[in-house]
């Protein structure tokens, strides 16, 4: 028997049981934080049609198209050069497939292998390719779904995304984003763009990785400050590019750039790196912002950001989580207002682990009508791998189950079934030992997986009408009455739960 | 500007916010009897190696390979035959085409293009393909991480398949699979058999969808028997056919195919049908089927289905919601022991909602160690579109919260924001009204969208301390003191929550 490789693809990852479920508790706790905030699940389509993914026609390289396996190994056969001393049975295969497509062969090996592969291609590409982002998705949803949706929709989005990405690059070809976005019908409140760091401080704080910092700016002050101080509209896109990389190449070399990308004095770079860098509070920046002169554009930007500062803390978020910092940058070609940014403050390394802002208008390739919007996105796959990577989240669990009730007496099976069954009623997760194996093995199995508690009961405790349940994470053991044995284990349950919930 | 059609390619399913969440939270339920019974989750890439998918070589026609766009949009250009009076035009694209890709011409149109597709179609074709179901991935997974792996394996996986079915056919080209196996390294207690109904039992008694039957049976005793009253082993495919449609054509049909298919008599053929058609109780019939006298393969399937009923029953799964059914035949050139097929009592045309079995040999075409398995499958987007056609469920919130609180004097927004954090923090899901809107219009954008509650603080609240909630599923409303608001909000949504519980 021929065996095949048991390989995936590379740049697609896959995970261990137990990494599998830290990411699956990520995603329940963004989830959570999602609807706690009244934001509804939507899932589009892993494929789209060709023109609306192309509808704006940047990405294309990376756009993985869909077609049909068989019809393209057809197509790979008909555009094959013949091996040397193969060239009969490549003949007589031509003539096959010529056949059953119903093609009249003219003996021209080139123009017979032409008309065959027009045919073919036909059949093998599709209309369809996968999507690579959950924006133009969302877009063309609400464009198509608009008479059945209420406004404003606030929708939250957890869905793979591909990218052919180069393999050198070290990026992921398939990852998660979880994407939450409101959009409104004609217009959309600022309050909504407040709502946002609140959900974002919600799910980070909960996911504990650290202390974290939010972000916040507005791109129509960046932009109006800029074209205020002399750098034309055309070098706009590159300046804004040399402010995303200030934190990391520092003031001389973004000065420099920026004279040379311009065309602006020394001295005015300089003062724009000093005012985009600046130390003082939020409260401080704010009343600066306020004070200076600009264009109506700039007020209205000062304005919102204002605004959203005041909601940001009404909702709570405390000052220590979040920051207005002017050199927020990337996505400024998109976002036509706030801007967020969140990054980890003892692993700058990580990068942004959630971007977003506000956009005008989100669906204008599809419809008329104007949406405006405002989201986030967290790119849940990598985010994981890193935190995994940095040790800040740990994959310690093999099983979502924390008790493993074990069978030494394989005639009392039964009994442990009941035990098993009674605890699930009462919501623990566990799993009976079906194997007729002696306990070494069965609680070796156990530690394997970290289930926190075995219970074991043999012909003495069943004497007795009792059950023992060891503690596998630190040790020691309890000895209970059968009929207690739910409640005590919940109450073992709530100590260690401390360390690690049940999984509801 | 160019507006493109906001439209899904055909086949693939999409939901609306409301019919979403109900399938959300049919997979939630899924998802946590999973892991009540100890499974664990993985996940898998969406594209498999095609080597892998194609392993067995079989279902080639509806599998959906993954191509690079833009490579195959040139490729598409060259193979497609020039428009009258654009010849010149597609002379020019194919010389910058093949520039870019660095071929020389012939200036023989047929060999140019022929010498460009070759070269265009190594750069459009991947090595991957979409998975069309989540066994062979589970296959794959196991045989690759074995050494990382603890057995027995118990994994659950809840992803999308990909089929290219017709379109006319009504299927969906796109489905979730919430697949549950278990998988043992060289051996594989049948306890493990027993285990599956109980947990396909709770997971449908709390989808409450009415009455279900769980049917049980074990694929060697059907084999066997038929071998035994002289069904010619190379019948025995065909035979099985026939007999999953006895419960749709009928004794007399099903007794004439049988005649035809397998040359048995046909008092042999009736005596068939008369076997595998009982009435009598599960009990009954096992101490019938231990009674006979067949091989020593029936005599093992037998004692197996007795074993497995037995786990069933000391599981607690009550005697109306299950039953031996000798009838079961699909799957079973896969199957290999224990089989299981469910269905709606009062729905028997929504057909099974759930199938599985045990098998002997996951990985063979992988690995040649041996990794026998009993898993189920439930076809969830499928089964959801059924249920809400059906309306054995029903799709009415388009919100996972349950509160609204509005906004009717702006300037309170801050009051509002702290009513709506103690609120979340509480656990309860809820949204702010942002928008400058009459209450008028805030109830009506409630009741749309389901809110069981409505808080409302204007002048006259706020003066009192106040704050008034409004019950919008029954009417009627209740004024407390807004430091009461979170419990008494609590109390009112545990008396509603007995028809809708709060999504944790």
Known sequence: MITIR???PGGFPEFLPAEQMALDDAKNIIKRWFERFGFAPIETPAVELKDVLTAKGSLDKQIYSVSRLQAERNLEAVLAKPKK??????????????????????????????ALARVLMGRTSTDMALHFDLTVPLARYVAGHQGNLTFPLRRY???????????QSGRFREFYQCDIDVIGRGSLDPMFDAEIPSIIYQIFSEMQIGRFLIRISNAKILEEYLLGVGVPAASLSEARSIIDELEKVGTARTVAALVSASGIPAETAEDVVAFLRN?????????????????????????????VIDGVRMLGVPEDYFKVDLTIARGLDYYTGTVYETTLVDHPGIGSICSGG??????????????????????????????????????????????????????????????????RRSGINCEVYFDNDPLGKQLRYANRKGFFFAVIAGEREFAQNSVQVKTLTVGGSHTYQIGDLVENVRYLHTLIGKEDPPRR
Chains 1, 2 share one sequence.
């Open 85 to 114: 001393g193969e060239e009969k049975e490549a003949k007589e295969r031509l003539s096959t497939l010529a056949e059953e497509l119903k093609i009249e062969l003219s003996g021209d090996d080139d123009a017979d292998r032409l």
């Open 6 to 8: 048991p390989e995936t």
């Open 157 to 167: 989005q957890m869905q793979k995304v591909w990218r052919g990405e180069r393999q």
């Open 279 to 307: 130390d003082v509070s939020t409260t401080a920046l704010i009343e600066r912002l306020q004070g200076m002169s600009g264009s109506d554009r700039f007020a209205a930007g000062v304005a919102e950001l204002s605004r």
């Open 358 to 423: 506000r956009y005008d208008d989100l669906a204008s390739y599809f419809t008329d009508e104007k949406f405006p919007g405002v989201g986030i996105s967290i790119g849940l796959t990598r985010l994981i791998s890193r935190l995994l990577s940095a040790k800040l989240i740990e994959a310690k669990k093999s099983t979502p189950a924390t008790v493993l009730v074990t069978a030494i007496d394989r005639s009392r099976m039964g009994d442990y079934l009941k035990m098993a069954t009674s605890l």
